[in-house]
């Protein structure tokens, strides 16, 4: 049988209507050829190549068409795939519940959407709304999407040019500054601190527990509310659930993304605490999607929940296997790499200039491995390795790597040579 999804001209009509710096990153990183088809932890391109993927900006936690989530899912293909918000939907209902149950701690009540910026819009407009109050209190180099809401408590420069002057009052308090919230809360107006445990976007750069441990006891006792975005770190990629509630951050609101649709359906969620969504209770239409709680991306998310319970133990072990290869690795670059920081199954390697990063993540790819760029720190690659990765995979991503530090390294050598030369 012919692919259906056979297509000459992919690049063609990604930089015709799309965006031209878009087709060549991907025509780069694929040589000219396209994705087809995917499993566990393997991608396979146009060309016949296949790749490990340890990319996929996250979404990947249980590989790629995960059994039990694409069974889920063709069961609920098969019986009634869409909601029709007049009555009550058992898939709907059992997801809810089953999510609530794993975050414990009084978080019990639970809005669906489809992307994690719906999650972040959500929780910032019901902190704003309970408490009264504007200001969002956010971290340096934080990323938490790109609606305006969301974008506002996002840090980026280059995400919010043109747009300061519309986004609504968000302070980004220096990482490391344990007295940050205590200080801000006595300038007023604080409705809420929402914090990334572990910075993705912003590099990997984990945050430290004490001083968030202290932002949050400061907010609390200022009447603000503390949000916990896991949409990147949560579901077990990061070792816990919910890093927030594990920590003992008693945060009134987490929020998850990316996996929770298992890798197969968008899919996000902000739980939270009774009092944090009185609004929502009181009115249920406050804030609604028409594809929020959609549900396939429900059937998706309980079994996702399930397969990450089973592999919770063989998560924690990949993770530390990984952590230990990859610094032993990047020890024997010191030319290259600056740093490696990450937590369980999400890692970032800083390299010395963002040229030494585009030039690994190109010849990553050359040697059969993908990994994700961090969108705020050029100068970082990240690496998501799924769950389920295989020995082979695994073995198959170091060779990779070490291949492609070697190469960026003599291509540096190089570099600097000329500019030696050319100075002299
Ligand atoms: C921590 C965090 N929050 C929010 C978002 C926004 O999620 P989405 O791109 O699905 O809207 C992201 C995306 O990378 C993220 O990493």
């Not at 300061?164 to 007023?188: K, N, Y």
Request: with cysteine; hydrophobic share 50%; glycine share 10%.
């Amino acid at each position: 049988m012919s692919n259906p999804f056979a297509y000459n001209d992919v690049y063609g009509v990604i930089r015709r209507h799309v965006s031209p710096g878009l087709a060549l990153g991907y025509k780069l990183v694929g040589h000219g050829a396209y994705e087809v088809a995917a499993s566990g932890a393997t991608v396979r391109l146009s060309d016949g190549r296949t790749l490990v993927d340890f990319g996929s900006y996250a979404v990947t936690l249980l590989g790629h068409r995960c059994p039990p989530v694409v069974d889920a899912v063709a069961t609920q293909l098969a019986t009634m795939p869409t909601a029709t918000r007049a009555v009550g939907n058992p898939v709907v209902a059992a997801f809810v519940e089953e999510l609530a149950d794993r975050c414990g701690a009084g978080l019990d009540r639970v809005w669906l959407g489809s992307d994690g910026a719906d999650a972040v819009e959500v929780a910032l407009k019901l902190a704003r709304r309970g408490s009264g109050r504007r200001r969002i209190l956010a971290v340096e180099d934080g990323f938490h999407g790109k609606t305006l809401g969301a974008l506002a408590a996002t840090a980026a420069p280059a995400f919010r040019a043109g747009l300061e002057d519309v986004l609504a009052p968000v302070t980004h308090l220096p990482r490391d500054d344990a007295g940050a919230v205590a200080r801000e809360v006595r300038a007023g107006d604080v409705a809420a601190v929402i914090v990334e445990p572990v910075q993705g976007e912003a590099g990997v750069r984990p945050l430290d527990a004490s001083v968030v441990a202290r932002w949050a006891a400061d907010a609390h006792a200022a009447g603000a509310y503390v949000i916990s975005d896991e949409i990147q770190a949560g579901l077990r990629r990061c070792g816990s659930f919910s890093v927030a509630v594990d920590t003992g951050w008693a945060p009134d609101a987490v929020l998850f993304g990316k996996a929770l649709g298992g890798g197969v359906l968008p899919l996000s969620a902000a739980v939270g605490t009774a009092d944090f969504f009185a609004p929502l209770v009181d009115d249920p239409t406050w804030h609604t999607a028409t594809f929020g709680g959609h549900p396939l991306s429900c059937a998706a998310g309980r079994a996702s929940l399930r397969v990450i319970d089973e592999l919770a133990g063989r998560a924690d072990e990949l993770g530390t296997r990984f952590a230990r290869d990859l610094c032993a690795l990047a020890a024997a670059h010191p030319a290259l790499v600056c740093e490696v920081r990450g937590r369980g199954l999400l890692w970032g390697v800083e390299f010395a200039t963002p040229a030494m990063a585009g030039s690994v993540l190109v010849e990553l790819a050359d040697a059969g491995l993908l990994v994700s760029p961090c969108l705020s720190s050029r100068r970082t690659i990240r690496l998501l390795p799924p769950m389920v990765t295989t020995e082979a995979e695994l073995r198959r991503a170091f060779d990779a790597l070490a291949a492609a530090l070697v190469a960026t390294e003599e291509f540096a050598e190089g570099a600097c040579d000329a500019d030696v030369g050319d100075a002299a």
